[in-house]
């Protein structure tokens, strides 16, 4: 199966004209998209009530790619608020419970950061954080080029294949140590791709305010030949694995939605299961 969806439900307003209660954006975003990246997960961790909410809110088929919290990858500190790394890694198993038991789990995706390089002391952690994360599984993504240089590309896809864990293939650009090639590669029976856009010029922050940033990272809208592109990896993916997991996160702009379902209209794919769309007088 291929699963395609955004990252987030709440800023794509294309998908929202109807919608007169923003609580109902889950429900509505899902009578379109089969999946979603729940990016709340990265800047807190969520209580019970919160995660059984989503879940209720969504149909039987749907799945979460739950981005880990920025404690645990590295893209803060930990140490105002916990105790150990250890104590960051429990709370957010114990918050995973309701969604696993809901069968709406898909995985955690460790994303690292810029700045997490290929070395001994790195590949121990990813190590550490997928044992901590078990039983569930986990999607590794690098914005580090290091991982993917001649000498280690090879070696990190049979260090991620060899313990199990996903490969988060990027189309983000090209923009120096800081960012990684697509590499079209599989390392366990699902796949996962990230649609980051192609915005040379807005991927790092230079001298940007971070609201600045936001604003013009992920500023991208894909033609039709991008998509067509997409296409094809995605066909070759296919042979090789069970499902297809492919998040657009292209959304400084606004595009990720109609990028997503112009790409279902190209593979063909209407799903079925999704919430019931609400009718609309005009």
């Known amino acids: 199966m291929i699963y395609a969806g955004l990252t987030g439900w709440g800023d794509h307003d294309d998908l929202y004209t109807g919608i007169t209660n923003k609580k109902d954006k889950l429900v509505t975003y899902s009578s379109h998209f089969p999946i979603v990246e729940l990016d709340a997960t990265y800047y807190a961790i969520q209580r019970t009530s919160t ?13 979460f790619v739950v981005k880990a919290h920025q404690f645990m990858t590295g893209h803060s500190d930990y140490r105002e608020y916990y105790d150990s790394i250890k104590d960051v890694f429990s709370a957010f198993r114990d918050m995973l419970r309701p969604m696993a038991a809901a069968g709406k789990l898909g995985f955690v995706l460790l994303q690292f950061p810029p700045w997490f390089d290929c070395n001994h002391k790195n590949i121990r952690y990813i190590k550490y954080a997928k044992t901590q994360l078990e039983p569930y599984k986990v999607a590794v993504e690098f914005r580090n080029s290091t991982w993917f240089q001649p000498d280690y590309k090879e070696e990190t896809l049979s260090f991620l294949y060899n313990n199990n864990m996903i490969h988060s293939i990027c189309d983000e650009p090209q923009a120096g140590i800081g960012s990684i090639p697509f590499v079209n590669r599989v390392t366990d029976q699902t796949a996962f791709i990230r649609m980051h856009g192609r915005n040379v010029h807005g991927w790092t922050q230079k001298d940007r305010s971070s609201e600045e940033w936001r604003n013009v990272r992920y500023l991208y809208d894909y033609n039709k030949s991008e998509l067509e592109w997409l296409k ?51």
């Open 51 to 63: 995660i059984e909410k989503w879940c209720s809110e969504t149909p039987k088929q749907f799945r």
């Open 232 to 282: 094809r990896q995605v066909e070759i993916l296919s042979h090789k694995t069970k499902d297809t997991f492919i998040v657009f996160n292209n959304n400084s702009g606004g595009h990720a939605a109609n990028n997503a379902m112009d790409f279902l209209k190209l593979m063909g794919i209407q799903y079925e299961g999704l919430s019931p769309r609400q009718l609309r007088l005009f």
